[in-house]
């Protein structure tokens, strides 16, 4: 129904991530709807979703259950939703004008992205690929994604792939296990393949101010506020109800909710849409502090997969979320934040890395038992920290193997515990003691945070506009974008622009997938890259 009147139609976003915030900006700013008609519906207290960055509720001190590396190529629709939105620091200045200022001033250039058993900073310039890993690179970008299907990634590639600095550095960038699709991996190949050629040095990495939260949520949030924007928490989306008697005006009429007050309905005329997010990466997170454990939670208890799980009995094309929510123990990761009180464990980290804080990226301990990365962020890395405070992040892959130096399995290691670890990772024993009195340590599993690698066949993902769809869309990391990555802020955003546009017939041009692959440049440097 392209015809609506913008200004008639009410608009129903359920979540409050990152693609419902985008969808609400594009539906103003390109489609016309004013404000006060746009709803936002989040069970949480907070906005933002995965983008997140706050206090920690665990321990003293802050957290961050993850973090998005940005590039310039590839994110088009996250820098055309940011060019609107004003800096909160200096409102004459766009939020992606701050970002490109920033990364002016403070560049990326990691001279520590591998470090090995002996705490020695590997030369990760070698990416160590011989002919055979390179005919298999190049026999996985040439497969079609419906003959590679539910592929293994380790289906595709022998041994000797796996123990290149090469996949090291690609897997760790993006959290892939060996285990994942073999067709996310193919699409991180065509869609960051400027990356291969430098990201030994992380250079082609933006970054943020601030965390994400504060650096991309908040204004977005203000923006929306000021024009009026209804944002509605603590309300849980429990079912839609369809109308699909004519499969080509399908249409969403009634959305079941839940608050405080108890169970109701919102009733929608056929001009008015609803947006709907589908699964989480975050959902059922925990978070435990120095002395603590943080649970797996295996039962589903916040209800962030119940909505797609429900609706996706209501059609064949909405969707299989148990293909992403079903295997806990192959999507799950742990993080860490810690923060630090004194900048005793910050000065060695300079002077053992040879970066400065915000500059480095990743480092990762290829030889640890629990395949452990950090990030040194630039600090303060929150708009508030009190002085002499700072923080790094961190995660590992292998949580369930047992460390070098605390001999258990991530998964079940203490705050301390994990510090303990990176200390030993580092070679820093002798301000072991130190550190651990003047750190305090947050750590946060996550069950489902790579759950968006799963393999799967195209079915297992709905659309952003379904078949006949004419008054619904679907957001989120678990929907459909040919060509695209998941686990980026670009997917979310990108869908977001998809569905307004699609709804309301917006007349602009959606800016197209960048594909490395046509770019002269950046194909001979990553064909260079391949050979090193």
């Known amino acids: 129904m392209l015809d609506r009147d913008p200004k008639a139609s009410q608009v129903w976003l359920v979540g409050g991530g990152i693609a419902s915030l985008a969808a609400a900006v594009f539906l103003i700013r390109d489609a016309g709807v004013p ?3 746009i709803h936002i519906l989040e069970e949480l207290d907070i906005a933002g979703g995965a983008l997140d960055g706050a206090l920690s509720p665990a321990q003293k001190g802050y957290v961050t259950r993850g973090g998005r590396m940005l590039e310039d190529e590839a994110y088009q629709t996250l820098w055309n939703l940011l060019e609107t939105i004003p800096s909160l620091e200096d409102p004459k200045v766009s939020v992606r004008q701050e970002i490109r200022d920033f990364n002016k001033m403070i560049k990326s250039y990691s001279k520590a992205r591998l470090i090995g058993r002996d705490h020695k900073i590997i030369n990760a310039s070698i990416y160590g690929l011989n002919a055979r890993d390179r005919l298999e690179l190049l026999r996985v970008l040439a497969t079609p994604e419906h003959v590679l299907g539910a592929r293994r990634i380790d289906d595709l590639f022998s041994v000797h792939f796996f123990e290149t600095n090469f996949w090291q550095m690609w897997r760790t960038m993006f ?15 065509l869609r960051f393949i400027q990356e291969f050629s430098r990201m030994h040095t992380l250079s082609g ?3 943020t101010k601030y965390n994400q939260y504060d650096s991309i949520v908040r204004p977005i949030q203000k923006w929306l506020l000021e024009r009026g924007v209804d944002v509605r928490f603590g309300v849980r989306v429990t079912d839609v109800d369809f109308d699909q008697v004519d499969p080509s005006q399908r249409l969403v009429t009634r959305l079941h909710v839940r608050d405080k007050s108890g169970d109701s309905t919102i009733e929608l005329a056929p001009d008015d849409i609803a947006m709907l997010t589908l699964g989480s990466i975050t959902a059922d997170a925990t978070y435990a502090g120095n002395d603590t454990v943080p649970e797996l939670i295996r039962d589903r208890r916040d209800g962030a997969w119940a909505l797609w799980e429900t609706i996706a009995k209501k059609a064949s094309d909405f969707g299989r979320p148990n293909t992403f929510d079903g295997n806990i123990d192959e999507n799950k990761w ?14 060695r980290l300079i002077t053992y890395s040879g970066n400065e804080p915000g500059t480095g990226g990743l480092m990762t301990f290829v030889d640890s038992g629990w395949l452990m990365s950090i990030v040194v962020p630039h600090q303060p890395h929150f708009p508030d920290m009190p002085t002499d405070t700072y923080t790094l992040w961190g995660y590992g892959l292998f949580i369930d193997d047992v460390g070098d130096y605390v001999k258990k399995p991530m998964a079940k290691s203490t705050g ?13 024993d002798d301000i ?9 340590v947050t750590s946060v599993m996550m069950p489902y945070a790579s759950a968006l690698f799963s393999r799967r066949i195209p079915a297992d993902r709905p ?14 990391q678990f929907v459909e974008l040919p060509e695209d990555t998941v686990f980026t802020v670009e997917y979310s955003v990108h869908c977001a622009m998809h569905a307004v546009y699609h709804l309301y017939g917006v007349d602009k041009q959606i800016p197209p997938i960048y594909h490395g692959l046509t770019d002269p440049k950046a194909g001979l440097k990553a064909l260079k890259a391949a050979f090193q």
Do not use: C
Request: glycine share 8%; hydrophobic share 45%; charged share 20%.
């Open 35 to 37: 404000g006060a008609n």
């Open 175 to 189: 959290a892939f296990q060996n285990w994942h699709s073999a067709i996310e991996l193919k699409r991180y190949f």
């Open 205 to 207: 990495v933006r970054r």
């Open 334 to 347: 742990e993080s860490f934040t810690l923060t630090m009180h004194g900048n005793l464990l910050l000065k």
């Open 416 to 428: 301390k515990e994990i510090l303990t670890e990176l200390i030993g990772q580092l070679g820093f």
């Open 432 to 440: 072991r003691d130190a550190v651990l009195a003047s750190t305090d």
């Open 463 to 476: 659309l952003v506009i379904p078949k006949g769809s004419a008054n619904f869309a679907f957001l989120g």
